[in-house]
């Protein structure tokens, strides 16, 4: 039976890719910051465990509660919404604390034993705001970047180890908390910027009235899947009908 650990397993992507992977017999090591055993299904192949990617001594306990695994699932992450005059350092921050330096830390942590076995597998979900550039998430795009152009370096690096390592490209997911979080955020660090009021007015609406496909978390679980059980799966994936479509 093969182990998968992933990060993020509160809600959303997270949580429906760890109840996918148990569904097809795997032994799960699902983290979250405040771990809640009633997210996910009473299972023997179930572990849950707390995990703060921004703490270096919570992942260093989690990789060590978790044991031997053979694929990491970097899916933590935070997002915001606003123009950069508009996100104070200390958010931009954040967002790279998590989002960016939260995965190398997770990668960190895991190779020693992949390295051992010379075998591995590491998928980092990034975001498809990555494939074309969109107002008011700069910062947030910035983030998720980062790790792209960081992935694809480490793969070189890890090649020679049999170590593999791929990218899963979710799309916009309006049925997942990530929207309402991010704009929660944007509420208690003072909103919009006066000057870009009305452009972000329009941007907001513009993205609520769109009836273009979205992606489901359900899109994305698959997508980790893939990543996961198919050698022939590419580097980069896109997850849901919106990310797929920017890709051709």
Not at 90 to 103: I, K, P, Y
Not at 132 to 151: I, R
Not at 172 to 196: D, H, I, K, V, W
């Amino acid at each position: 039976m093969k182990t998968v650990l992933i990060t993020g397993c509160s809600s959303g992507f997270g949580l429906d890719t760890a109840r996918l992977f148990l569904d097809r017999g795997w032994k799960v090591i699902a983290t979250m910051r405040s771990p809640r055993i009633d997210l996910l299904p009473v299972s023997d192949k179930l572990v849950v465990l707390p995990l703060d990617v921004t703490s270096d001594e919570s992942v260093r306990n989690a990789v060590e509660a978790a044991g031997p695994i053979d694929v990491l699932v970097n899916n933590a992450g935070i997002g915001w919404l606003n123009a950069l005059e508009g996100t104070p350092i200390d958010v931009a921050r954040s967002l790279f604390e998590t989002n960016t330096l939260g995965t190398m830390r997770m990668i960190s942590a895991v190779l020693p034993q992949f390295r051992g076995r010379k075998a591995g597998l590491v998928i980092n979900v990034t975001s498809s705001v990555t494939m074309k550039p969109l107002p008011l998430l700069s910062a947030y795009t910035a983030s998720k970047a980062a790790v792209n152009a960081f992935t694809d370096s480490l793969a070189l690096e890890l090649a020679p180890f049999g170590i593999s390592i791929r990218i899963v490209l979710p799309g916009a997911a309006p049925e997942t908390s990530f929207g309402s979080t991010a704009f929660s955020r944007l509420e208690e660090n003072g909103g919009f910027p006066a000057p870009y009021a009305e452009f972000a007015k329009g941007v907001i609406a513009a993205m609520r009235a769109s009836g273009a496909p979205k992606t489901c978390s359900s899109d994305v679980a698959e997508a980790v899947w893939r990543a996961a059980t198919d050698p022939s799966a590419p580097m980069r994936i896109p997850a849901g009908a919106d990310a797929v479509a920017l890709d051709r």
